[in-house]
């Protein structure tokens, strides 16, 4: 092993990331509602609230300032941000709007745990200490609260001396609604001039930024808002309308005179033939104290925005044909909030049990005794579902892309057999994992059960014309198990069964040419290929498929067909293990390898018992023989698990390099490599690495699970990249939330709300764990002790949200897995 039992078992230290961190950037937003990120010298970047990808976005002039003095009578004025980090190359240097000349804090330090973040500003020449702190609630099993545009900001900042000290902090925000995009020079540009407006509202004040001579129904028609509860104050709703610098001269020289703000920008000189009236709108608001000796104040700033419309069409590489389609839809939203004041204020009036809730959340999460890496990706990687990757409509259908471009969505549709691998919606939004359930069956199935693997017309267009996915498709019905399982919501279960149950006997006439169980026609899968001949992968979700076939038929009354699915999972789980087992893991049964482009033939997949893992999350027991099912995948492990990347030879995309570890997606221990093998082989995905640990711990393999997860977290340190964007096909991308597997197989949580139980067999720190834990019905901690004379454990739930009445809890030790 690379890291010892220490290293493993004892990791709790939380990551802080220094200014220098330029890939640390922490997410802002709801869920479906966009995002604005903390980078780790504090300041906001990558705006993408516009409703699509953003990354780099910069909102000119939109920064935080303080002012500050003491009884020597010497003013001094800082951004809030560290200093910009090197190299300084630019065609034109830092714009104007960026500010980058204004003088900023010496260092910074950000940390994090969701949904909070927090950014220590230093600098000697003041004596101050200064911490920003950020949220968005969330709060689990609560969309509307969790689906907020908008965040907290909070400066806390402390008077080190004997003195009292004058301290203001003023907020800057230019009004993008109407936004048009960028120009040459990075400068974002505005359809219409913006509106900046005073606003009041029982205690809340603050800027509303619109566009009143904006089409309703465009695009970037919206709302910002800027506002705050604390009392004294002062506002400069609109900078000065000048050319060239003269907004930023003016905000400026008038913020560091005083501190304070001068409600009219007035600009008395002789007009320059280069002065122009831009249609950007720029706001700033100010609060005003005084801090004394060594006492600490806090201020506080609410931001929102509120962008209603969608193209009613993805907007991705797939179909950017469709870009321009007139007709519009709504976010979810919008149903709650009718703009960003709205939005503001239900945050404000609602702080105290909005901040409590994310409060409990962060409690319940980063308490536990689970290793600090793994909680970490756990906690980091939640940001995905709270990204530009996922999105929902007003008519409630939950949608999600893999990932995202820079600028713009990647690979549309809810694709089947990427959200194969997620769990994390599943476990904390149960409500929002039924509405992809009923896309896929409802919408994307016809009546002969072919599901296509990307969900188009759940806009009206054309379905997907491409082979159905079988890895994707017969998935879908495992995730439907275990959704219900969790929900214990028959109605949920009997509103899509039938269309279900033809997505699974389509596998029969479509997937298996000779009727032995064993699918072994062209089967497309998540490689963006297909796999000729009998193979594991995806024959292990078939016959997970067919387990939660059998028991949801059971349910529904449907003996037949129970029997059927049960019988086809044994003789056709006989047939594979026969066929495929070599005596280590299970290969591709194919007679010439090279045959077909992109096989992998005696090679050892990472994927191999992605169905098993899925059965194991899902609570459906083995599906292969116990012991074939753990050599296999310790054969993973073994062969596929590399200390360093140095002398990996990778043509393909490079995910992780150098003295770098990682998990590849396949090897070829004993040689027998295709001339083309599958196009992604030599690459290192986090969400199979994910996937991997979490069946290594589920079969016992500890320390060789959590050696990948350590080992994928060193990869993520903020100077290398971005802890809060694991990337695969595109940002955010949603295969990562396979970390929340993590948290099951550590647990040994299993749920069975139709039975109305839940229990848990912890695989670590048996003698004293807790952990957060999740049905759709609550949440909370669940804490377990073990005496180590007598061996007894006893256990209890907090419940933090909702209600476990009339669900039997136990430790566990009954609903261990039983082998085939």
Same mark, same amino acid.
């Given at each position: 092993?690379?890291?010892?039992?220490?290293?493993?078992?004892?990791?709790?230290?939380?990551?802080?990331?220094?200014?220098?961190?330029?890939?640390?950037?922490?997410?802002?937003?709801?869920?479906?509602?966009?995002?604005?990120?903390?980078?780790? +010298?504090?300041?906001?970047?990558?705006?993408?609230?516009?409703?699509?990808?953003?990354?780099?976005?910069?909102?000119?002039?939109?920064?935080?300032?303080?002012?500050?003095?003491?009884?020597?009578?010497?003013?001094?004025?800082?951004?809030?941000?560290?200093?910009?980090?090197?190299?300084?190359?630019?065609?034109?240097?830092?714009?104007?709007?960026?500010?980058?000349?204004?003088?900023?804090?010496?260092?910074?330090?950000?940390?994090?745990?969701?949904?909070?973040?927090?950014?220590?500003?230093?600098?000697?020449?003041?004596?101050?200490?200064?911490?920003?702190?950020?949220?968005?609630?969330?709060?689990?099993?609560?969309?509307?609260?969790?689906?907020?545009?908008?965040?907290?900001?909070?400066?806390?900042?402390?008077?080190?001396?004997?003195?009292?000290?004058?301290?203001?902090?003023?907020?800057?925000? #230019?009004?993008?609604?109407?936004?048009?995009?960028?120009?040459?020079?990075?400068?974002?540009?505005?359809?219409?001039?913006?509106?900046?407006?005073?606003?009041?509202?029982?205690?809340?004040?603050?800027?509303?930024?619109?566009?009143?001579?904006?089409?309703?129904?465009?695009?970037?028609?919206?709302?910002?808002?800027?506002?705050?509860?604390?009392?004294?104050?002062?506002?400069?709703?609109?900078?000065?309308?000048?050319?060239?610098?003269?907004?930023?001269?003016?905000?400026?020289?008038?913020?560091?005179?005083?501190?304070?703000?001068?409600?009219?920008?007035?600009?008395?000189?002789?007009?320059?033939?280069?002065?122009?009236?831009?249609?950007?709108?720029?706001?700033?608001?100010?609060?005003?104290?005084?801090?004394?000796?060594?006492?600490?104040?806090?201020?506080?700033?609410?931001?929102?925005?509120?962008?209603?419309?969608?193209?009613?069409?993805?907007?991705?590489?797939?179909?950017?044909?469709?870009?321009?389609?007139?007709?519009?839809?709504?976010?979810?939203?919008?149903?709650?909030?009718?703009?960003?004041?709205?939005?503001?204020?239900?945050?404000?009036?609602?702080?105290? +049990?909005?901040?409590?809730?994310?409060?409990?959340?962060?409690?319940?999460?980063?308490?536990?005794?689970?290793?600090?890496?793994?909680?970490?990706?756990?906690?980091?990687?939640?940001?995905?579902?709270?990204?530009?990757?996922?999105?929902?409509?007003?008519?409630?259908?939950?949608?999600?892309?893999?990932?995202?471009?820079?600028?713009?969505?990647?690979?549309?549709?809810?694709?089947?057999?990427?959200?194969?691998?997620?769990?994390?919606? #599943?476990?904390?939004?149960?409500?929002?994992?039924?509405?992809?359930?009923?896309?896929?069956?409802?919408?994307?199935?016809?009546?002969?059960?072919?599901?296509?693997?990307?969900?188009?017309?759940?806009?009206?267009?054309?379905?997907?014309?491409?082979?159905?996915?079988?890895?994707?498709?017969?998935?879908?019905?495992?995730?439907?198990?275990?959704?219900?399982?969790?929900?214990?919501?028959?109605?949920?279960?009997?509103?899509?069964?039938?269309?279900?149950?033809?997505?699974?006997?389509?596998?029969?006439?479509?997937?298996?040419?000779?009727?032995?169980?064993?699918?072994?026609?062209?089967?497309?899968?998540?490689?963006?290929?297909?796999?000729?001949?009998?193979? /594991?992968?995806?024959?292990?979700?078939?016959?997970?498929?067919?387990?939660?076939? #059998?028991?949801?038929?059971?349910?529904?009354?449907?003996?037949?067909?129970?029997?059927?699915?049960?019988?086809?999972?044994?003789?056709?789980?006989?047939?594979?293990?026969?066929?495929?087992?070599?005596?280590?893991?299970?290969?591709?049964?194919?007679?010439?390898?090279?045959?077909?482009?992109?096989?992998?033939?005696?090679?050892?997949?990472?994927?191999?018992?992605?169905?098993?893992?899925?059965?194991?999350?899902?609570?459906?027991?083995?599906?292969?023989?116990?012991?074939?099912?753990?050599?296999?995948?310790?054969?993973?492990?073994?062969? $596929?698990?590399?200390?360093?990347?140095?002398?990996?030879?990778?043509?393909?995309?490079?995910?992780?390099?150098?003295?770098?570890?990682?998990?590849?997606?396949? /090897?070829?221990?004993?040689?027998? +490599?295709?001339?083309?093998?599958?196009?992604?082989?030599?690459?290192?995905?986090?969400?199979?690495?994910?996937?991997?640990?979490?069946?290594?711990?589920?079969?016992?393999?500890?320390?060789?699970?959590?050696?990948?997860?350590?080992?994928?977290?060193?990869?993520?340190?903020?100077?290398?990249?971005?802890?809060?964007?694991?990337?695969?096909?595109? $940002?955010?991308?949603? +295969?990562?939330?396979?970390?929340? #597997?993590?948290?099951?197989?550590?647990?040994?949580?299993?749920?069975?709300?139709?039975?109305?139980?839940?229990?848990?067999?912890?695989?670590?720190?048996?003698?004293?764990?807790?952990?957060?834990?999740?049905?759709?019905?609550?949440?909370?901690?669940?804490?377990?002790?073990?005496? /180590?004379?007598?061996?007894?454990?006893?256990?209890?739930?907090?419940?933090?949200?909702?209600?476990?009445?009339?669900?039997?809890?136990?430790?566990?030790?009954?609903?261990?897995?039983?082998?085939?």
């Amino acid at each position: 092993m690379i890291y010892s039992k220490e290293e493993l078992f004892t990791d709790n230290q939380q990551r802080t990331y220094p200014a220098s961190a330029d890939a640390c950037k922490f997410l802002l937003g709801g869920i479906g509602t966009g995002n604005v990120s903390v980078g780790s +010298r504090g300041q906001l970047c990558d705006w993408e609230i516009f409703n699509t990808q953003g990354k780099g976005n910069i909102l000119p002039y939109t920064f935080f300032s303080l002012w500050t003095r003491g009884d020597d009578g010497k003013p001094a004025t800082r951004v809030l941000e560290a200093e910009l980090n090197k190299p300084y190359e630019r065609s034109h240097g830092y714009l104007s709007a960026e500010v980058g000349g204004l003088p900023r804090f010496s260092s910074a330090r950000l940390k994090a745990e969701y949904p909070f973040v927090s950014v220590e500003l230093e600098d000697e020449a003041l004596p101050l200490s200064v911490t920003m702190e950020a949220f968005t609630p969330f709060i689990p099993l609560n969309y509307k609260d969790s689906g907020l545009p908008a965040a907290v900001l909070r400066y806390r900042v402390k008077n080190e001396t004997g003195n009292a000290r004058e301290v203001s902090i003023a907020a800057s925000l #230019a009004n993008a609604a109407g936004f048009g995009g960028y120009n040459l020079f990075g400068d974002i540009w505005v359809k219409k001039p913006g509106l900046n407006t005073k606003k009041q509202e029982n205690g809340l004040k603050g800027i509303y930024f619109t566009c009143p001579e904006l089409d309703e129904n465009d695009l970037s028609y919206g709302s910002m808002a800027l506002a705050t509860p604390d009392t004294e104050i002062s506002m400069k709703p609109t900078w000065l309308l000048g050319g060239w610098f003269d907004c930023i001269h003016n905000f400026w020289d008038d913020f560091a005179q005083d501190g304070r703000l001068e409600e009219k920008a007035e600009n008395k000189a002789v007009p320059s033939k280069f002065d122009h009236v831009p249609n950007l709108r720029i706001g700033s608001l100010a609060i005003h104290k005084t801090i004394e000796p060594h006492a600490e104040e806090t201020f506080t700033f609410i931001l929102a925005w509120h962008f209603p419309n969608r193209p009613k069409t993805w907007m991705g590489h797939i179909c950017p044909a469709d870009n321009n389609k007139p007709e519009r839809v709504k976010n979810y939203y919008t149903l709650y909030w009718e703009n960003a004041w709205e939005a503001a204020y239900y945050l404000y009036s609602g702080l105290d +049990r909005l901040e409590k809730g994310s409060l409990d959340f962060r409690r319940a999460l980063f308490t536990s005794t689970l290793p600090g890496y793994v909680i970490e990706a756990l906690a980091d990687n939640i940001t995905v579902i709270r990204s530009t990757t996922c999105f929902r409509l007003s008519t409630g259908e939950f949608l999600a892309w893999e990932g995202g471009f820079n600028r713009r969505g990647c690979c549309e549709g809810n694709c089947t057999h990427v959200w194969n691998y997620a769990q994390t919606l #599943a476990f904390l939004f149960p409500e929002l994992e039924q509405s992809m359930r009923k896309t896929e069956f409802l919408v994307e199935t016809d009546d002969d059960g072919n599901m296509a693997f990307r969900a188009m017309q759940v806009f009206g267009d054309p379905k997907w014309d491409m082979l159905p996915a079988a890895d994707g498709q017969l998935g879908s019905v495992i995730r439907l198990y275990r959704d219900w399982k969790f929900s214990g919501d028959d109605s949920f279960l009997k509103l899509v069964w039938k269309k279900a149950q033809k997505a699974l006997e389509f596998a029969f006439g479509y997937w298996d040419s000779d009727g032995d169980s064993v699918l072994d026609s062209r089967q497309h899968n998540t490689y963006d290929i297909e796999f000729y001949g009998p193979n /594991s992968l995806t024959n292990s979700i078939f016959f997970a498929a067919l387990k939660a076939g #059998a028991r949801m038929a059971e349910h529904m009354g449907d003996h037949a067909a129970a029997e059927r699915y049960r019988k086809a999972l044994k003789k056709g789980a006989d047939s594979l293990d026969k066929l495929l087992w070599n005596g280590e893991y299970y290969a591709q049964s194919i007679e010439d390898v090279n045959q077909y482009k992109y096989q992998y033939g005696n090679g050892c997949l990472s994927d191999q018992l992605l169905g098993q893992q899925l059965a194991h999350v899902s609570g459906l027991g083995y599906i292969l023989p116990c012991d074939h099912v753990k050599s296999a995948i310790l054969s993973v492990f073994r062969y $596929n698990f590399r200390n360093s990347m140095r002398k990996h030879d990778n043509v393909q995309r490079t995910y992780a390099l150098n003295d770098e570890k990682g998990l590849l997606l396949c /090897s070829w221990p004993y040689g027998g +490599r295709p001339k083309l093998p599958f196009i992604y082989c030599d690459e290192v995905w986090t969400g199979v690495e994910y996937q991997v640990a979490s069946h290594l711990i589920f079969e016992g393999f500890i320390e060789e699970g959590l050696t990948i997860v350590k080992a994928l977290r060193e990869r993520f340190t903020g100077e290398n990249r971005n802890p809060f964007n694991e990337i695969e096909c595109g $940002n955010h991308y949603a +295969r990562s939330l396979a970390s929340w #597997a993590l948290l099951v197989a550590l647990s040994g949580y299993r749920f069975d709300l139709p039975n109305k139980r839940i229990s848990f067999a912890p695989a670590i720190n048996a003698e004293n764990f807790s952990c957060f834990f999740s049905t759709g019905k609550a949440w909370g901690i669940y804490r377990q002790k073990k005496d /180590s004379e007598n061996g007894t454990v006893s256990h209890e739930i907090e419940v933090l949200y909702g209600s476990l009445e009339g669900i039997e809890v136990n430790s566990g030790l009954e609903d261990k897995q039983t082998a085939k």
